[in-house]
């Protein structure tokens, strides 16, 4: 897939435009206090200069405790105080991932760790900083980089760009049905009976009807499949609520739930 992770990191994603990852406990190098010192400088250094990226939900229970990313001085630091500490001080927050942009499943019930999306902890704590929500589990590796090349390119986005959700107009502004190709089907009322029948996937529980994203003409891992080419349903990951108010999943979902235009 292109650009891969190496591309991004090192080369130009837009002529005289790099991103600088200061901070990612997955491929960066460094580990232990150096790392979190690195988040500190960043904060004070690049004060309103910095976009800070969030993947999973943000456990509040118990002060936080749920969610620990490293140790200062001997004693736990948690995802949620650094969360507040970077977020006053960011441009602004991406929320990468349906469990940073709506809690996810570790936030379905009864979620004892109280996970909670990004939107929720900044409204928790009255913090104004503007946020861009791209939810999928996971996301799609264009979602992030468009959304990224487009602020290096523009700035952030307007309202506009923006849906009611704040999710980017160009990724989520149709259904998955809108763009599915088993959708004259479903024009048709043809429906499958079980998998790996033709016909639409509607009565085996698609959320496709109620799920906004463009999976059907981006395709997935290199443009090869997405998950009703390969014979499933949607299960409407990107959907606000995901995974509780899609649940339980393949049962039929009542024709009354289907936006508008459809």
């Not at 264009?142 to 309202?159: C, E, H, Q, R, Y």
């Not at 390969?230 to 739930?257: H, M, N, R």
């Amino acid at each position: 897939t292109y650009p891969s992770i190496k591309n991004l990191l090192i080369d130009e994603i837009l002529p005289g435009k790099h991103i600088t990852l200061r901070f990612h406990p997955t491929i960066m190098a460094g580990q232990g206090e150096a790392v979190l010192e690195v988040l500190e400088a960043t904060r004070q250094e690049r004060k309103k200069g910095f976009v800070l990226v969030v993947e999973g939900a943000i456990p509040t229970a118990e002060n936080g405790m749920y969610g620990i990313i490293g140790e200062m001085d001997g004693a736990p630091v948690t995802m949620l105080s650094w969360f507040e500490r970077l977020s006053r001080d960011a441009l602004a927050i991406v929320a990468l991932g349906t469990c940073a942009t709506y809690g996810g499943i570790p936030a379905a019930r009864p979620n004892p760790t109280g996970c909670k999306s990004v939107s929720h902890v900044l409204r928790d704590l009255s913090i104004p900083t503007p946020f861009i929500q791209i939810p999928g589990c996971p996301p799609h590796p264009d979602w992030f980089v468009g959304t990224v090349a487009s602020i290096l390119l523009n700035g952030l986005p307007k309202a506009s760009d923006l849906d009611e959700l704040a999710r980017p107009k160009a990724f989520f502004s149709q259904t998955i049905h809108e763009n599915c190709p088993r959708r004259a089907y479903y024009d048709e009322r043809k429906f499958a009976k079980k998998f790996g029948d033709p016909g639409c996937l509607y009565e085996l529980g698609c959320r496709g009807p109620v799920t906004h994203a463009d999976c059907p003409l981006r395709l997935w891992n290199g443009r090869t499949n997405w998950c009703v080419g390969s014979g499933s349903t949607c299960i409407g990951c990107t959907c606000e609520g995901f995974l509780d108010a899609v649940s339980p999943l393949y049962v039929k979902l009542e024709e009354a739930q289907f936006p508008k235009e459809v």
